[in-house]
């Protein structure tokens, strides 16, 4: 899909929104706004038609006796776990799937391997709590990034690898430089020219303007794999991208839902004719991502003791 800038540009053209400055008509950040709403809309459409289409698996540490563990932040609503798995050593082919409990079945005072999980508002309760230090293979509905634009350029930066924090990090302050903008939500994401997010959920508290510096708050560690380099931009909110996940088909539909709610703001006769049109493509992503594939879903097998390779 566009960059979100681009779209902005054709949704402005399609409601005669062209002309704007600082204190006179339709801003940026209110297309922005309706980008996102759009977004979130067809992410439920699709995971309501295909709940696998943006799946995510993460790797988390299991402490020995540690009985609570957080779902991950990226977890869709907090809410959509499609499969928790565990392993005692840490090792891929050591891994096995976890059932699903409820509070009625919590063990208290003893440990092993566990064989099951209890779901405790933003936690899991691993039961019963592992004898020892291990892993968690989490698979779940992962949010999707929220689109922003490019509010500054990175200058510099430099990283403790060993302990993944960011030592220094500069904005180019002869560049656009939206300070403002970055700091309304206390975190920005780090990405590149197509969108792709290198580093996530970094918070900071203060942009010099003059130099670009950017305090980043004290006890932040990125992922794994992330990283920053000079050249890439940064937008404001803990999970964004100036281009959106969803399949390009989905590009009309965003187009047509900020259109609708311009229009709308605008008191627009057009807006009702708009909304027809709306909901008609609407109903072809419904349509579209009901059947995904060809290849036959088979019967899960949930107690594999009839099969004989279940020991829980």
Known sequence: MRNISLLITASRRATENE?????????????IQYMNDGQEEIHSILNAAFPHILMKEQISSVVQGQEA???????YMGTRIDMLEYSPT?????????????????????SSNPAFYIRNGSQVLLQPPPQQAGTLRWNFQRKITKLDKQRASVLSAVLDTNAKTITSLTLD?????????????N??????????????????SAIDTSTGVV???????????????????????????????LPEVCEKYLLEYCNTRI????????????????????????????EPDSDPDYVTVLDGQYLGWDQY
């Open 19 to 31: 002309e704007f400055t600082e204190t006179a008509g339709i801003q940026d950040e209110e297309f």
């Open 69 to 75: 563990y957080s779902i991950p932040d990226m977890v």
């Open 90 to 110: 840490g090792l891929a082919f050591d891994y096995y799937p976890l059932k699903k409990g409820s509070l009625k079945e919590r063990l208290n005072g003893i």
């Open 173 to 185: 302050p002869n560049q656009a430089l939206d300070a403002t903008g970055l700091l309304e939500e």
């Open 187 to 204: 975190y920005i994401t780090i990405v590149d020219k197509n969108g792709v997010v290198k580093m996530k959920f970094i918070p900071i």
């Open 215 to 245: 305090t980043v708050d004290a006890g932040f560690v990125y992922e794994s794999g992330e990283t920053i380099d000079a050249g890439d931009f940064a937008l404001r909110g803990k999970y964004s991208s100036t281009h959106s996940e």
């Open 263 to 290: 229009l709308m703001r605008d008191s627009s006769t057009d807006a009702d004719s708009i909304a027809q049109i709306l909901a008609k493509v609407q109903q072809t992503l419904q349509t579209a991502f009901a």
